[in-house]
């Protein structure tokens, strides 16, 4: 590969995972999902955060031909998780003078994983600076933006953003590395979304107070550890996050149901055509069992409005729908209207469950539920017009 410069002396060192199915274990990546990580070769030169082991397979001899033969001073890490820390332990033995730069947290998690002895680690404290020549490094600590250890990494010569998974997402750079090389929207930009809100969603309290300290600083390169590098355009993607973790939300209407026989899912689409007819044109209509809940989360994010449906099954809601409140009370999107509806058989249960988890998110229910035994038909349905009017 040619060398890919993102400014002076600093270059992009990432890579594309088009292999691994699951993030996590967890989170399906059928468009892939790209480490990167940065290297600076400065009078002393600095690596900014690996990649997940194994991900790129000459990543060493890399480093070695742009330090020309140079070796590596200091590895910095933002952030411990093994998709950018994992490689931790082989650059401590390719280079074993190597020191380490975090912060305290990160020190008793390198000391876990890697063993790694204290003379080996510089400690580094909130908006100290590490002058490594031309380029002067100050550490930003931005807690639980994803982990306790978190931080960012600033250059305050050429105002760069090392900002690890802030500012990130799934999906591979296919060729265009910079935001001016790609297009962003639809695909790359859901795919930030996904990422957003279901892996740094939940700490969207924090990533505000990460923004707030970010406020003072000029940024012209945003260098995350997934997806883009932002040259160009720096301010839309800290204006999505900050978005995001506000939880401002676009009109819209996600319907997410479970259905055992298709009854249930008849009512969802009853609702969805009310909703049509009342003039609301973002309404996304998902099958729980079908579509993975991330997807589905991502919208909800995306959404002002929700309505979820479940079939009863054992006497309690559907095990997919199980799943997918589980998650939302995880990662608790804030400030939605919302509806909710039933069908059973026998006992019921599917709607009871469904109030039992929606009354722990405080959202704003904004028509009486809906429970249906049997077959739906057009009477059966009529409480669906309140929820068709009321719901953005
Ligand atoms: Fe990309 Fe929290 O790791």
Redesign the pocket.
Known sequence: MKDIVVSNKVYYLGTNDRKKQLFENNWPLPNGVAYNSYLIADEKSVLIDTLEFGSKSDYLEEIDRILEGRKLDYLVIN?M?P??ASMTGMMLRYYPELKIVGNIKTFKMLEAYFGLDKMQFIEVSDSEILDIGYHKLKFVLTPWV??PETMMTYDITDHILFSC?AF?GFGTLDGGIFDDEINFEPYLLDEMRRYYSN?VGKYSHMVQKALAKLNGLSVRFVCP??GPVWRKDPGKVIGLYDNWSKHISEDGVVIAYASMYGNTEKMADFAARLMAENGIRNIKIYDVSKTHISYIISDIWRYKSLVLGSCAYNTGMHPMMVHLCHELEVVNPKDKNYALFGSYSWSGGGLKSLLSFAEKMNWNLVSDPIDLIGSPNVAKMEGFQNIANKIL
């Open positions: 952030h998780e998709d950018h994803h982990w998974d990130g892996i550890s997934h």
